[in-house]
């Protein structure tokens, strides 16, 4: 019996038609519906193919808040985290909650979560006659960043925390009436007043800036619990350096007007003791019993760290200033190429040392610190007539003795007697800084004269002409030698100066407590030597009036000016 073949659309389910089938195909089909009838797998005939419906996207919803990472939380059984001590952005101010900022005059200029509950950077500004014990905080003139003339005093105390050693004055802005006659004036000053050094904070006795310090900075020492004072007074009467002085506007632009910008930075110098996070209750047994008492961690109060920016900041011990940059420029303090340099300064400037240092280079782009005549040119090391002005100014009896009244330049003032006799000098003889009393004094043409302008030097150990120091033994003098002292009107025989060391890399500044000229204000002039602004009356002899070769001979024309020199780190194989 043949194989039925379908005709009819009953076969295909109802309705089908047999359009994409041939005979042999339908019979094939049907084959396979019978083998799968065999194992019991039913069959619809009306679904061949599962459909998958299309993927549809969700429906848009509203975007969820930014999620912020929760505050750092102090270390566990220790809360050494602070508010108001943590510095920001790079030192302009210390962390601190929102609330605390507004509500202590601060101003946010960013954002910071460095100790619980902190949120915003804040920068703190004192007003007049202000006190802080913030960490990072600012001393401003009144109407600062504009300029200003008014008459009046103004004064920060600075309470000094128990676990700082150093306080930093950076002088950000700093533009004041300029010094006269090597000091600065008595009403129209910034003096800097420190317990730790009762003597003086730039030298003996000398603790007031005055005329242009913007970008320098001051190092302090200071004692836990003891307070710093900064006191700026003004008159807004005197001109500022570099400003308009002439024509119909004087007095009347910007030639009077001051204003300062001072950054106040309290550095430990040791741990902070965090309080514990929390206590317990243990038992302890005493005696055969027990007795309960307060745990607070195991060793008690613990010691947090200090933070880097605190650690980088800090300053060897002995250094007022601190460069920490292997290039860059040293300026004396009011260096403005006009003004004199100050009287009375005596104090270290350090520049940092890497592990591959070996030695520092100094090229003075200006240099001009007072010189007896002798010494003036910066070259000479040795001065053959001990300080005095010429050979020509000296008795037959002194110069005689001339030749051995020979001095290192720069170092000391020198005195000789009728005879020709050394006199020493002992600036404390009777314990008052700036007064000088002297057996006797070198007499010229029946006039006694002091004979100045004492010790005024950059001290460094280095070569003068920058090279390496030339074997020319038997010669009484090498244009090339090492020294340390330079004064007058070039650093050392070229100005430029190399220094080959190992050790620490430190410059000291010191200038004469006596000024070396003629002080002459409005048309008055005081014999020279005089100080301009004597607290007791010198015991020094001094003529009445300067002598006609004597004006002024220890500076060069342009005035002892001080200096500005750029400095290099040598590193490496030197």
């Known amino acids: 019996m043949a194989d039925h073949v379908p005709s009819s659309t009953e076969d295909y389910g109802g309705d089908r038609e047999p359009r994409l089938f041939s005979a042999f195909g339908a019979a094939a089909m049907k084959n396979a ?24 996207a969700p429906p848009a919803t509203t975007p969820r808040p930014p999620v912020y990472p929760p505050p750092t939380m102090p270390p566990k059984g220790c809360n050494c985290t602070q508010s108001n001590y943590e510095p920001c952005r790079g030192g302009e101010g210390v962390c601190s909650s929102s609330a605390q900022c507004q509500g202590m005059g601060g101003e946010q ?104 310090n913007s970008g320098q900075h001051v190092y302090l020492p200071v004692k836990p619990n003891n307070i710093v004072i ?46 514990p996070a929390k206590t317990k209750t243990v038992e302890v047994a005493v005696d055969g019993g027990a007795v309960a008492v307060n745990a607070v961690g195991i060793k ?42 100050s009287t009375g300064l005596d104090y270290a400037i350090c520049v940092k040392r890497t592990n591959d240092a070996c030695g520092m280079t100094l090229n003075a ?15 000479q090391n040795i001065d053959n007539f001990g300080g005095l002005t010429t050979a020509a100014e000296l008795t037959a009896a002194t110069t005689v003795n001339a030749a051995n009244t020979m001095t290192v330049c720069c170092t ?26 002297l057996p006797a004094v070198y007499t010229f043409n029946d006039t006694p004269v002091s004979v100045l302008p004492g010790a005024n030097y950059l001290g460094f150990s280095g070569f003068t002409d920058g090279t390496a120091r030339k074997t020319r033994r038997g010669t009484a003098y090498n244009p090339n030698q090492n020294r340390y002292y330079y004064c007058g009107s070039e650093l050392g ?34 014999p020279l030597g ?30 002892c000016q001080g200096f500005l020199i750029n400095y290099n780190v040598n590193t490496g194989s030197c």
């Open 412 to 437: 000391e003032t020198v005195l000789l007697d009728t005879a020709g006799n050394r006199i020493s000098v002992n600036p404390r003889a009777n314990g008052v800084p700036g007064v000088t009393v």
């Open 530 to 559: 005089t100080p301009p602004n004597p607290i007791l009356p010198s015991t020094i002899p001094l003529p009445p009036a300067p002598l006609p070769d004597l004006v002024n001979p220890f500076c060069p024309d342009e005035g």
């Open 33 to 56: 519906l019978a083998v799968l009838k065999v194992f019991d797998i039913s069959f619809n005939k009306y679904a061949y193919v599962e459909k998958v419906p299309a993927y549809k």
């Open 230 to 275: 900064l006191k700026a007074t003004t008159s807004g009467v005197r001109n500022v350096p570099l400003a308009a002085t002439g024509g119909r506007n004087r007095g009347l632009s910007g030639d009077t007007a001051f204003r300062w910008n001072v950054r106040v930075t309290q550095i430990p110098c040791k741990a902070v003791e965090g309080a």
């Open 300 to 341: 008690g109060a613990c010691r947090c760290n200090i933070h880097k920016h605190y650690k980088q900041l800090a300053a060897p011990w002995g250094c007022t200033q601190y460069f920490d940059d292997n290039r860059g420029k040293l300026k004396s303090f009011n260096f403005d190429a006009q003004s004199e340099v």
């Open 493 to 526: 025989s070229g100005s430029v100066v190399v220094g080959r060391t190992k050790g620490p890399l430190i410059m000291r500044v010191k200038t004469s407590e006596e000024y070396w000229g003629q002080c002459c204000l409005d048309g008055d002039c005081t």
């Open 109 to 212: 200029v960013g954002k910071c979560a460095n100790c619980l509950g902190c949120s915003v950077c804040c920068k703190y500004v004192a007003g007049c006659q202000g006190m802080t014990d913030m960490m990072i905080s600012y001393f401003q003139s009144p109407a600062y960043p504009r300029t200003d003339r008014s008459n009046e005093v103004c004064s920060l105390t600075v309470n000094v925390r128990d676990e700082v050693c150093q306080v930093k004055l950076d002088f950000i802005d700093f533009e004041m009436a300029a010094p006269l006659c090597g000091d600065c004036s008595m009403v129209d000053n910034l003096e800097i007043i420190n317990t730790a050094q009762p003597g003086g904070v730039l030298g003996p006795g000398q603790s007031r800036l005055c005329g242009l």
């Open 365 to 379: 782009l200006t240099f001009s610190l007072p010189a007896s005549p002798q010494c003036l040119s910066g070259a």
